[in-house]
């Protein structure tokens, strides 16, 4: 298998996995097998401009969006099994590409990854597909300014988006997994969310504060 790093965000990265063509020693499982023709059909259903495959996609991907894209990346991650365990053991790596200049990820959340992890058996690999798609100016992605970009200059620590709705294709596309458009889409469309609600919420705060300090100075009596 094969792991990638793809920062959406100053904060927040989508881990993904994708399963290398497997010998005839390991075959996949009949799960496995579906769960791929399902992925690649609703990839080429997406693709419709109109018709009830684009509804479907259009609904379904609402429902998905639900749920945090950082489990949907764990998820594809396959279960650490004893068979993977005495593999790892002959010394076997993992492949982990992820874009130079837009790394901050936190391994986490899934036992296998741990696991590779804990036995130094993971491979860092720098991308050159990925770092071409990210800007050079991290406020900035083809030409506009990213949500959250301008207060960030305010507030260091507030999150700053670096890829857009169309960011999905073009990775998928350079990395030849297109299976990886819809994850990434769905995590832009979750984080850009996010950094909007904290954005207005601070915004909230600050009109309220406003408000109450304006309320709190004393009446100059010599101006009546």
């Known amino acids: 298998m094969r792991l990638f790093l793809v920062p959406v965000s100053k904060h927040r990265t989508l881990i993904y996995c994708q399963r290398l063509k497997v010998s005839s020693a390991e075959r996949e499982s009949y799960a496995n097998r579906i769960s791929a023709k399902a992925a690649q059909t609703w990839l080429q259903w997406e693709k419709s401009e109109t018709g009830w495959k684009k509804k479907v996609t259009n609904y379904g991907n609402k429902a998905l969006q639900r749920i945090a894209f950082e489990e949907w990346g764990l998820k594809s991650i396959p279960p650490l099994t004893a068979k993977r365990k005495e593999e790892y053991s002959t010394g076997k790596r993992t492949e982990v590409l992820f874009p130079t200049s837009r790394i901050q990820a936190a391994l986490r959340g899934s036992e296998h990854v741990e696991f590779l ?107 009546k």
């Open 117 to 223: 992890v804990s036995k130094n058996l993971l491979d860092p690999t720098p991308s050159a597909s990925l770092d071409v798609v990210y800007p050079k100016d991290q406020k900035t992605q083809g030409g506009k300014t990213l949500p959250g970009s301008v207060q960030a200059d305010k507030t260091p620590t507030r999150d700053v988006l670096l890829l857009d709705p169309q960011s999905g294709k073009k990775i998928a596309e350079a990395l030849q997994v297109p299976e990886l458009a819809v994850e990434i889409e769905r995590a832009v469309h979750q984080v850009e969310a996010s950094i909007k609600a904290e954005i207005e919420l601070n915004d909230e705060k600050q009109s309220i504060a406003r408000a109450t300090n304006s309320a709190a100075e004393p009446v100059d009596k010599g101006s």
